[in-house]
């Protein structure tokens, strides 16, 4: 039966009963409840694995080696929902120690399964939202990477925390304005569309693409903008309107 068939109650005591298997293994050294969560076909099984790892890595500083040891382990395991569940932990640890993390995040980059590339922008969202000044030294290790994909992901991964703090978000992207790679360049304007909408931002976003050289882009990514003040009017600062009011008077070209 799937996480959410279950009800509230049900629910939680199958969490601490996730919780306390995957504890009893940390404990022994064996690691059977450990892959059978992780390789779990339930997206929701396994989300209260690693969820349950970032608990216990904070709570439990005696069992944080072996933490790391079992991730290391499962790291190189055929399935790729495990090595997906494994960044994921890596990011919950990540929010509170970046350093014991970042491994996994760099060799998931790399990941030959999209499924684990993808968990690495979400905990590269994650945690920099709450452990941003690692995490952005991170991604301008990898910002100019000779694989495009390692890009797009990094200016993925980087979005989230763009959207409270903008300003140490658009140097990077700015980096990469003359990107020629669809994917990459797509990417980028997606995130500056994202960055946008809340309150602060679209000054601070306007302010910094006028000092941005390839007019191509940046008109691409003003229609972006645009856009995005539409679709998320009920949560944006401005209406779709008044941004285009803004932009067209403080867009220095």
Known sequence: MAFY????????LLTDKIGKELLS???????????NYFADDDTYIRKTAYLAFGKIYKDKNDRRPEIIKQ?????AN????????VINAAGEIGLIDFEKAEPFMERGLFDKHHSVRNAVIGSIKKMGEKNSVPVLAFAKRFLHHEDAEVR????????????THPEDILPLLKELQHEKTARV?????????????KKGCLETVIENLSTWENGALIKEAIDEIIDVHERYENFSTYSKEQAITYIEKNLIR
């Not at 293994?25 to 892959?35: A, E, F, H, P, V």
């Not at 991730?71 to 790291?75: K, Q, R, V």
């Not at 399935?79 to 997906?84: F, H, I, S, Y």
């Open 5 to 12: 068939d279950l009800n509230k109650e049900q629910r939680k």
């Open 152 to 163: 797009r992901e990094i200016c993925h991964g980087i979005e989230l925390f763009g959207r």
């Open 78 to 85: 055929d399935d790729a929902k495990v090595r997906q569940t």
């Open 71 to 75: 991730l290391e382990l499962l790291s």
């Open 25 to 35: 293994d940390l404990y022994s050294g064996k690691n059977s409840y450990i892959i």
């Open 185 to 197: 360049r797509n990417t980028i304007i997606h995130v500056i569309g994202q960055i946008s909408y």
